[in-house]
């Protein structure tokens, strides 16, 4: 340590060049600080029900698949479920495919499932005597410009209405909100028809649905109900897998996507671009420093020192920039998480994740600084004063 002022004075001798490196360190710490946060979630969701209100229950062979609806019945009367419900994608775009819509077709007790949601007595009341009729969120309302009382063409991708057409229309008579006054999030996004007109106005649709909620009394007996209600289709040609309403959505998206495989393809891009520029500005830094080095050699610093000294440089100017990372990606995953109600959920960055940087922030130090620091250990005091 008793040579840390000197290379701190080394670090920063061309200061806008260092800038520009930390910036570009900082930048590769903080996408990997938010995509770790990423993969390290998607790893633990699903491990145990436990502590869950809602399960949701799903054919375990793929989220495409449906279940009979049959298995409503059989899944009320397990012990700890006091309430069931079940949905379906719809989807639909409106006004072209650029406007993708988040639309389920439910069954008329979803909402009582969803004590945070709230809709207008008497517009719910008006939705569940119209069978076109549709509850839209507030984000969507605000987005379309739409009216309560205002009916409205959509278009499937994959459902044909009973008249063979992929046209459908619905009237919008309510609005969704959620009970804290924010109209972010799912909720506000959400559209929400009738799964009884849904069955009756396309023939893919025969007795059978998406996926099954499910409400505990006990939360602390969460994950149990969830083993019995996969064992009622245990060996059977529609098997079920019950989890957690985040771990199932992080199961679709493994289903679209190997998670790992992409967050570690992106963070190998990054790295090994951020080793050949750091790796070029600490041979850059090291080349218009040689008299200097020659000097120090002369005053009596020995070639293990300087070798040290420039990869303590090399570590430290990468470990400045990597904590700057991982503590940004900390403050921007929990702003994000805030700012979007909920749809988008980054976690904080934890310990395993700023453990798992710090060893990568010292092995990108020691890569980048090894040939350098070599290089000025060897370096000859007569040629180097001499500029050859």
Known sequence: MKYFHLVWAALFRRKTRTFLTLASIVAAFLLFGLLDGIRTSFAQLGQNADGAQRLQTASKLSFIETLPLSLQSRIVAIDNIEAVTHANWFGGTYQGPRNQLFTLAVASNYLELYPEVEVEPAQLEAWKRNRTGMLVGETMMERFDWEVGQRVPLQSAIYPNSDGTLDWAFDI????????????????????????????????????????????????????????????????????????EQAAMASQLKQMADIGLIVGSIMGAVFFTLLLLTGNTMAQAVRERTSELAVLKTIGFSSTSVLAMVLAESMLMVVIGG????????????????????????PPVGLESWLLGLGLMLAIGLLVGALPAIRAMRLNIVDALAGR
Do not use: Q
Request: net charge negative.
């Open 173 to 244: 008579v309510g609005v969704l909100r959620t009970k804290d006054g924010e109209s972010g999030g799912f909720t506000g996004a959400m559209m929400l028809m009738h799964y009884d007109y849904f069955e009756e106005s396309t023939p893919y649709v025969d007795g059978d649905v998406g996926w099954y909620i499910s409400r505990v009394s006990d939360v602390r007996r969460s994950d149990a109900a969830a083993k019995a209600i996969d064992a009622l289709s245990a060996n059977s040609p529609h098997e079920t897998k019950t989890m957690n």
């Open 323 to 346: 904590a700057l990372g991982l503590g940004l990606a900390s403050v921007i995953g929990k702003a994000a998480t805030a700012a979007s109600g909920g749809v988008v959920n980054l």
